[in-house]
């Protein structure tokens, strides 16, 4: 065999070296994008929770720090999905353990948001996040999505219920301080 054959093998495992060492940092940099999350870091427990204001569908201002010094949750829901409706049917005993500081963010048209209210007869706010900009605040890609929010503003749980009885075992397991029993 000849030499520029040798050359050449040598500079095309050299090629294929380079191009795989590209592509892992590719891969590492969209590793760390999703771990971060396309619009920040995303929520994990311990963290403090974004705030938002917005309107519900009754036309009431929704403001997070209208709920300061409660444990709340975020239950992020779409009107197409289908766990979303078994999980917003159990909505009401959630609210109760929550005292009242459920919000629910319907990610779809208002219209669309309002039907899946007046079908399940829900008693909290709901907020219909048509351009999905509370939902980008918490990096919610998936639903249903609850998000668990402590009296300290703090980010206890993060996760998918399936079902209204998986949402209430987050709240259940998020402390409750001396001060949220009094509010």
Known sequence: MSTPFYLSYAALWL??????????GVVRLVYQLQQEGIHGPRPVP????????????AGVPIRSED??????????????CPSCSTTVTELQALSYKAQGSVIVICR?????????????DLNVPVVADEDQRISQLFDISAVPMAIIIDEQNLIQSYGQPKRGEE?????AQAPISQAAGVA
Request: aromatic residues 6%; hydrophobic residues 50%.
């Open 15 to 24: 090629l294929i070296i380079a191009h795989s060492l590209l592509l892992l």
């Open 46 to 57: 311990g963290r403090e929770a974004p705030t938002f204001s917005s309107v519900d569908l």
């Open 67 to 80: 709920f300061a010094g409660r444990l709340r949750a975020l239950l992020f829901i779409s009107p197409s």
């Open 108 to 120: 779809g048209g208002r219209d669309a948001c309002q039907q899946l209210v007046a079908s399940q």
């Open 167 to 171: 949402l209430q075992a987050m709240l």
